[in-house]
């Protein structure tokens, strides 16, 4: 018998389930923050290993650097850091108390005129930076930084003074978007998804879901890829599906599509998953050692992405 107050480890996978492989690819590559992450969401792995992993990311600033985000390296503290970090945190349910209150300290300090984030600050200038996230001398707001922060404070019910203006500005950017890109609509759905006001929020859904299929943004038959153009800018293959953009099915962006077209979207990421056990890395990857650390973190996505769904994982 175990003994009293130990924890009880799950059943191990079958052997050549999805989990099980993935499980191997990560003990083998990942760093020790998604092993950490990867063993709270599959192995009944416990909070806190996951909070003293993230807390090697964080700085003096309440920020986080370090390369948490792993297109960004050097130990600067970054917006996209931070949303990085927020995410875990919201992951394992600790994304409150005074480590988000310092984490709201270091977005009043770092924010623009009008209360939202830039992608990336100044203080990234000499440090590898990938080659499509441009630093320049004075950033401007950035739906893709502000969007999921909001959205995740919001999502814990979290209240500080900078949310007031960071969510007017998020409001304004989402419900002007007309010509787009998948990763700001997803940053824009990251909004959506918690923003308080949700016939607001519905209406705005709405307004996106239409924008999508117009601009043909989601690849709905994934069979026939050739027929959708990637965005300019992305790589080649960079494609984007309907579970890209609805994660869960509670999400406001699953009533875009037909139950027909995400199943084909979940069919073709469960076949995504690689011979070692990983899933892809669809952007453009510039060094290899992003590639490395990235697609630990793309398979945890992909294995709670169809978790969601109810699809067979092991």
Known sequence: MPEPGASVLPP??????????????????ARVLEQRLFAYHFLNGAADPVETALDAYRNEDGGYGHALE?????????????????????????????????????????????????????????????????VVDDPPSSLLATGPVVGLL????????????????????????????????????????????????????????????????????????DS???????AQGEHHFPHDYARTPRS????????????????????EQQEDGGWPVRWRQWTPGILLEARPMVTIRALRTLRAYGRHIG
């Open 12 to 29: 191990t996978p079958p052997a050549h389930s999805p989990l099980f492989r993935a499980e191997q690819f990560v003990w083998l590559t």
């Open 70 to 134: 792993p297109d960004l390296r050097g130990p600067v503290s970054q917006p996209l850091h931070v949303g990085h970090a927020l995410h875990v945190l919201d992951a394992v349910e600790r994304c409150g108390g005074q480590r988000v209150d310092r984490v709201c300290r270091y977005l009043t300090s770092v924010s623009t005129p009008d209360g939202a984030l830039p992608a990336v600050r100044t203080g990234q200038r000499g440090y590898p930076t990938a080659p499509f996230i441009p």
């Open 154 to 225: 919001h999502r814990n019910e979290v209240w500080h003074a900078w949310l007031f203006r960071a969510t007017d500005f998020c409001w304004q950017a989402v419900e002007s978007l007309e010509k787009s890109h998948p990763y700001e609509i997803e940053a824009a759905v990251a909004f959506l998804d918690s923003a308080p006001d949700r016939p607001r929020a519905e209406a705005a859904a709405d307004r996106l879901g239409r924008l999508v299929r117009d601009q043909r943004l989601a690849v709905l038959e994934p069979d026939n890829l």
């Open 228 to 234: 959708y153009a990637v965005p300019t800018g992305y």
């Open 252 to 271: 406001l962006a699953r009533a875009w599509f037909t139950d027909d077209e995400m199943s084909r979207s979940l069919d073709h990421l469960a076949g």
